[in-house]
């Protein structure tokens, strides 16, 4: 079975649960009988990529952050597969990586299923900008979809009653890892007794200042606690103004 995923999340994440989830599923599907996993990209600056041998990715700019960046090179790709798609093989199953629908019109008749990690943008829409048209996009392609999986059982009760996608639509499949122990290095720097350990980017859709505030509220009342964080680039002035 031929299945092909599309370039939307590795056009905007370098790191990033979402584009660790495809790359895990690039990597099993190339190791199982009858499975041919297939990416239609040209440009990204993702990390993943590389360590998949099947896979010849250009970079873009990967030195310089500026401005629209992301945007240029979720375009270029966009162009890229619609210019290639009717010259490749037919795939029997089509898996866009996020919710842009720009994909519809080229599909036909091929069946296409849909991930859905969650409902954030439908049920904190306060959070977003009011240029962020992902719960817009969402809809439309779930209401497209052949099947749509979810990532646990909430996230599809969300589905059906924010979306009115029909549960026997929705497949709910847990996410996993493919870490194991001897994975496990000793730490770098001394850690306290009692820490909350916080992984990524630290900016609004992650709640971090709610966070920030919350320790320090439990940290007054009950036992000291500290807060290690892991990636997501420099400390922003307003949030060092909560040390």
């Given at each position: 079975?031929?299945?092909?995923?599309d370039?939307?999340?590795?056009?905007?994440?370098?790191?990033?649960g979402?584009?660790r989830y495809?790359?895990?599923?690039?990597?099993?599907?190339?190791q199982?009988?009858g499975?041919?996993?297939?990416?239609?990209?040209?440009?990204?600056?993702?990390?993943y990529?590389p360590?998949l041998?099947?896979l010849?990715?250009?970079?873009?700019?990967p030195a310089?952050?500026?401005?629209?960046?992301?945007?240029i090179?979720?375009?270029?790709?966009?162009?890229?597969?619609?210019s290639?798609?009717?010259?490749?093989?037919i795939?029997?199953?089509?898996h866009?990586?996020?919710?842009?629908?720009?994909?519809l019109?080229?599909?036909g008749?091929?069946?296409f299923?849909?991930?859905?990690?969650?409902?954030?943008?439908?049920?904190?829409?306060?959070?977003f900008?009011?240029?962020?048209?992902?719960?817009e996009n969402?809809?439309?392609?779930?209401?497209?979809?052949?099947r749509?999986?979810?990532?646990?059982e909430?996230?599809?009760?969300?589905i059906?009653?924010?979306?009115?996608i029909?549960?026997?639509?929705?497949?709910?499949?847990?996410?996993?890892?493919t870490?194991?122990h001897s994975?496990?290095?000793?730490?770098s720097?001394?850690?306290?007794?009692?820490?909350i350990?916080?992984?990524?980017k630290?900016?609004t859709?992650?709640?971090?200042?709610?966070?920030?505030?919350?320790i320090?509220?439990?940290?007054?009342?009950?036992?000291p606690l500290?807060l290690?964080c892991a990636?997501?680039?420099?400390f922003t002035e307003?949030?060092?103004?909560?040390?």
């Amino acid at each position: 079975m031929n299945v092909l995923f599309d370039p939307q999340v590795f056009s905007f994440q370098e790191y990033g649960g979402i584009s660790r989830y495809y790359y895990e599923l690039f990597k099993q599907f190339s190791q199982m009988e009858g499975v041919e996993p297939s990416l239609l990209i040209k440009y990204s600056n993702n990390h993943y990529l590389p360590e998949l041998d099947f896979l010849h990715v250009k970079r873009f700019f990967p030195a310089f952050r500026f401005k629209g960046r992301n945007e240029i090179i979720k375009l270029l790709n966009q162009i890229y597969v619609r210019s290639r798609f009717s010259s490749m093989p037919i795939p029997q199953v089509f898996h866009p990586t996020y919710y842009d629908p720009y994909f519809l019109d080229i599909l036909g008749d091929i069946p296409f299923v849909l991930t859905i990690y969650d409902m954030s943008h439908e049920l904190y829409p306060h959070l977003f900008s009011q240029f962020d048209f992902t719960a817009e996009n969402k809809k439309k392609v779930s209401a497209k979809a052949s099947r749509i999986i979810a990532i646990s059982e909430h996230t599809k009760n969300d589905i059906i009653a924010l979306l009115k996608i029909p549960a026997s639509k929705i497949d709910v499949i847990p996410l996993a890892s493919t870490l194991s122990h001897s994975d496990a290095k000793a730490p770098s720097i001394p850690l306290p007794d009692h820490f909350i350990l916080y992984v990524g980017k630290r900016n609004t859709y992650k709640n971090f200042l709610f966070l920030l505030n919350a320790i320090k509220v439990i940290s007054q009342i009950k036992i000291p606690l500290s807060l290690i964080c892991a990636g997501g680039g420099k400390f922003t002035e307003r949030t060092k103004r909560y040390q």
